[in-house]
């Protein structure tokens, strides 16, 4: 410790090339926090996601019969059943991407992780042309409860021959931590009644959970094989199943995030040993001096050493600093639909801008 | 003349002795390698998209959609408008003076990314009787073309390449039963070789799909678009929208891709800074390395902005050879690698433009991290440089 003001004079005779190099540390941590808080999210979703939810859907497009619903529930090993209509389209700007998701009343029973308390759930079943708005979505498109809310819906034609789903908005309601995107709850007895009369009595999908999450795999397998020559040929998977291969629409978030990791630190390798080297060659005879006072070896290599290391460590401590700071803004600057979720500064990150910044260190030594 | 005179000299004898300062001029050129690098495998994704959809449209073509469509799998054109459409002024006729239109559907059918055994969609698109011939780059590479009226299908050679069970001979689960894949076909690197390939109508009974997406149709000429849109817009029997096809792919393709690359650059951003600030650093270690060669210079007559200028060109000549690196290291990784994002089978693109892009990067970063320490070396008064150890 009495080396301390040693090492600090060394730094501050130079203040610009610390407060660069500091910077530069900074800069290359914050990216690295990012991209690993980045990986860890969606690590973290895919755990989040259950694997006791299994999915029906059309294999072909198209729609399923509400009958099903209750063939379906008779399967051995399905513990609940919901129906779901969806109409998708944009808000107000084509790029403005809308997904309403209707559920029926087994809804509530098939999303029990979900933040939605009873009396939302009343809510919703209680007002037809109502829905519920979570907070990701209703801070985005600036709504509150009681606003208004119209789809334009291209692909979705009513029964009244437009185009245009109208919504009250009941309630804000709370995110849940594996539906990045948010989501918006509707009716489906309102879907239902509000398509053309030909396509009524249909759903969308079905979503089931199993009694047994280890069956669950068998269990969609079976629903699928029991309709591969009906009419309406289904694919059947679980959440968890859905989620594999990660989630950014088919982008290798691991590899990616890793990648962009390792040319910051890189650059920043260059960066100290270049720094570290040019002070000292710029002072030869400092060093000189010191030995000549009684300093070993080994002590001098400690003081050049711990001088590489402040602006090292402080980058690192620094730049996760940062990064934590801004992940939490990466939610809200997303488009619509995209639905990345906010890096989770999670301790991996400390500890890897600590294991980073002692490398860095090593390398230098 | 004497000033670039002047410049030139102090240029030369400032790259000469870059030597001298190997390890310090690395810094600025792994710094910017490293910034370009990650910069241009990043948009080499959305490059790579981009260019599969452009490749795909042809100015020669239109697409017909249904009114306000914005792709094909919404839009109905019904069989009942769909002669209406072809024989509109400005289409191209075949020797038998047949209309070179596609009825085609779009649907999509489970499949299995073969990288990572993840589950997504594989467009499947019908071909009529003119699907070909309106197509010049579509060429059959292994195996046969489906007949007509067959429950028989083609692959791409890109979506054989990405999706399992996609190669001649095996089959694939349809709403009726397995149809084999009886070829496999590329069309230039385009979208269209991301998707597997039926006969229209064979697949409109197989999928009940009891209208068709889109009818792509040969104009007679890239000019005759104006006259076949009038046509049919002013048509009130029809409510359907008519784009080239260069433009209907202009706008996916744009639609698609903004935020990757949003990303890419804001990642881009936050390296280039990191290199910023070491480039600052490097140039004023070799400013205040050079102090008395500098000086000596002014000391001979040498005016102040050659030393600035000389300064400033060491940055950027650092930085662009960082940069090329950079782009090299990206390209030997990805460029032409075939990848896929949700539906879409394309090649990753290093392009001249996105190398041109590199550049200017570069340029712009060591001019930033070059003009003040260039100013401070033209700056500094020459006695004081001389006594200085």
Redesign the interface.
């Given at each position: 410790m009495k080396y301390f003001p040693l090492v600090w004079t060394a730094l501050s005779r130079k203040p610009a090339h610390a407060i660069l190099t500091l910077s530069s540390v900074t800069i290359a941590f914050m990216l690295v926090g990012l991209m690993i808080g980045l990986n860890t999210s969606f690590e973290r979703i895919t755990e989040l996601v259950r694997a006791d939810r299994i999915f029906v859907d059309p294999r072909f497009g198209g729609a399923l019969p509400l009958a099903m619903a209750r063939q379906i529930a008779g399967h051995d090993g399905v513990a609940r059943i919901a129906a779901i209509g969806v109409v998708g389209g944009y808000y107000q700007d084509q790029k403005n991407n809308v997904f309403v998701i209707f559920g029926d009343t087994g809804r509530q029973r098939t999303r029990p992780e979900w933040p939605v308390t009873p009396q939302q759930w009343k809510l919703v079943r209680d007002n037809r042309a109502g829905v519920l708005m979570s907070r990701l979505q209703a801070e985005r498109r600036h709504k509150k409860a009681g606003d208004t809310f119209v789809v334009r819906a291209p692909a979705f034609d009513k029964a009244d021959g437009t185009r245009f789903w109208a919504f009250k908005i009941l309630a804000v309601t709370g995110d849940a931590p594996a539906w990045t995107d948010g989501y918006i709850e509707g009716n489906f007895d309102y879907y239902d009644k509000s398509r053309p009369p030909a396509e009524q009595g249909n759903a969308s999908y079905f979503e089931l959970l199993a009694a047994n999450s280890s069956r669950a795999p068998a269990v969609a397998h079976a629903i699928e094989r029991s309709y591969a020559n009906s009419p309406t040929p289904v694919l059947s998977f679980t959440e968890k199943e859905g989620f594999a291969g990660g989630t950014a629409g088919g982008l290798d978030v691991a590899t990616i995030t890793r990648e962009i990791s390792l040319a910051g630190l890189v650059m920043i390798l260059f960066l100290t040993a270049n720094s570290i080297a040019q002070s000292v060659r710029e002072r030869f005879t400092e060093f000189a001096t010191l030995k000549t006072i009684g300093f070993t070896d080994r002590l001098v290599t400690w003081l050049v050493f711990l001088e590489a290391a402040a602006p090292s460590v402080a980058g690192a401590a620094l730049g996760v600093a940062l990064a934590a700071g801004l992940a939490a803004q990466v939610p809200r600057i997303c488009p619509p639909g995209w639905g990345l979720p906010a890096p989770a500064m999670a301790p991996a990150v400390y500890i890897a801008a600590a294991a980073g910044a002692v490398r860095l260190v090593g390398t230098l030594k | 003349m004497t000033l670039l005179r002047q410049i030139a000299i102090v240029c030369v004898l400032n790259f000469r002795n870059l030597p001298a300062r190997f390890?310090?001029s690395?810094?600025i050129v792994?710094?910017m390698a490293?910034?370009v690098?990650?910069l241009l495998?990043?948009l080499s994704l959305n490059e790579g998209m981009h260019r599969a959809y452009l490749l795909t449209g042809d100015p020669g073509r239109a697409i017909v959609v249904s009114a306000?469509?914005?792709s094909e799998s919404?839009s109905t054109i019904t069989r009942a408008v769909a002669p209406i459409i072809e024989s509109a002024p400005g289409v191209a006729k075949d020797v038998h003076n047949r209309p070179i239109a596609d009825r085609g559907i779009l649907?999509?059918?489970?499949g299995y990314?073969k990288s990572?055994?993840?589950?997504?969609s594989i467009f499947l698109r019908g071909f009529g009787p003119e699907g070909s011939a309106l197509r010049p780059d579509f060429k059959i590479v292994a195996g046969r073309m489906f007949r007509s009226g067959s429950r028989e299908l083609i692959a791409g050679t890109g979506a054989e390449g990405q999706f399992a069970g996609l190669e001649v001979g095996d089959r694939v689960?349809?709403?009726d039963g397995e149809w084999p894949v009886v070829g496999a076909f590329t069309s230039g690197r385009d979208i269209l070789e991301g998707e597997i390939i039926g006969d229209t109508d064979t697949l409109m009974t197989a999928?009940?799909h009891p209208s068709y997406n889109s009818i792509i149709v040969r104009l007679t000429s890239p000019s005759a678009f104006d006259a076949f849109k009038r046509a049919l817009t002013a048509n009130p029997a029809l409510s359907v929208t008519v784009e080239r096809q260069t433009d209907w792919y202009r706008k996916i393709s744009a639609?698609f891709s903004?935020?990757?690359a949003e990303v890419a650059y804001a990642?881009g951003i936050?390296?280039a800074?990191?290199?910023l600030?070491?480039c600052?650093?490097?140039m004023?270690?070799a400013v205040s390395a050079r102090g008395r060669e500098i000086a000596t210079l002014r000391a001979l007559g040498y005016g102040a902005f050659p030393v600035a200028v000389s300064v400033m060109l060491e940055a950027v000549l650092l930085s662009v050879t960082g940069a090329l690196i950079g782009a090299a290291i990206a390209w030997v990784l990805y460029d032409g690698q075939q990848d896929?994002?949700?539906i879409n089978v394309f090649y990753l693109s290093i392009s001249p433009g996105l190398v041109e892009l590199g550049i200017v990067w570069a340029i712009v970063v060591a001019v930033a991290g070059g003009l003040l320490p260039s100013i401070r070396a033209a700056r500094r008064p020459v006695a004081e440089a001389l006594r200085a150890t």
């Open positions: - | 390890w310090q690395l810094v792994a710094g490293c910034v690098g990650v495998a990043m306000a469509a914005d919404i649907v999509s059918i489970p990314r990572d055994h993840s589950m997504r689960i349809m709403p999928t009940r639609d903004t935020f990757f990642v936050i390296l800074c990191g290199a600030f070491g600052l650093n490097t004023y270690a896929s994002l949700g």
